[in-house]
């Protein structure tokens, strides 16, 4: 790899993680501002009552994976590599020259995260733990239950003083850990061989959502229904970005910080189109 393309890999990573850092923060802030102008109702009920249509109780599959102190260490870590795929995905991309790719991860995550602090506004959940108990030993759902008076705080307009150093995750609905985790598998479908690391990654996220992240059913399946529909969006909305040339937004700028062509940027891809 010539020293151009490795200038412009490094760059497309720091471009793109970048973006994400800064969507990140934002929509940490927009999450506390959602959360202090939700509707008054709350509608764990109706979502409980959904969950109970699917078949799913909460409290009794998360006291069942609770029996087994090693399988809630692994979904431990599932749960804990939200960010760490998000960076993964972004350097993958790059070092494959799916700059095409990249440019849809980001915009759906930007999208999909704006679209999760809207809904929550309008469709505000507290969580199961706080209505069905939290008296586990394995999993660290508890460990999420201070965002609970957080999150109440700030819909009462009692919280003044906010703590950006700690911040608690306030929306329950849609999951946005599963919203990262499935747009990384369906990323990775992009690139050989990395499904076969990302896919039981993520199927270990999703039920870590319920075990660690305090999460309904229904949190995560619309969640699995906002990323794949800005997914979807994604490829004809991305297109009105793309230059006359058909250079993607990152292709572009890594083109401009290279001195290089676009067509010389391919940094020996196996990329499933």
Known sequence: MTGSRIGALFFSVALSASIQIIASSCGLILSY????HSLSTIFDSQVQRIDALLGFNWHTFVAFIDNFPTVCTILLFAYL????????I???????????????FIFTMMVSLLLTVLI???????????????????TTVAGNV???PVYLELRSGSLR???????SGVICLPSFHTVVGVLATIVALRIRY??????????????????????YLTDDLVGIAVVTTVWWASRYLCSVA???????????????????GSNSIAFNSHVVQ
């Open 33 to 36: 501002i959602a959360a202090a």
């Open 81 to 88: 590599s939200m960010f760490s795929q998000i960076f993964a």
């Open 90 to 104: 972004i350097f993958i991309c790059a070092l494959k020259g799916d700059l095409k790719g990249l440019d849809r």
């Open 120 to 138: 929550s506004i309008f469709v505000p959940i507290v969580g199961p733990a706080s209505i069905q108990g939290h008296d586990f030993i394995n």
């Open 146 to 148: 201070p965002a609970i």
């Open 161 to 167: 003083v906010v703590d950006f150093i700690a911040p």
């Open 194 to 215: 990395a499904i076969f690391a990302f896919l039981p990654l993520n199927i270990a996220l999703f039920i870590s959502t319920f075990v660690h992240g305090g999460h």
């Open 242 to 260: 793309l230059t006359a040339s058909g250079e993607s937004a990152v292709q572009t700028e890594i083109g401009k910080f290279a001195g290089i």
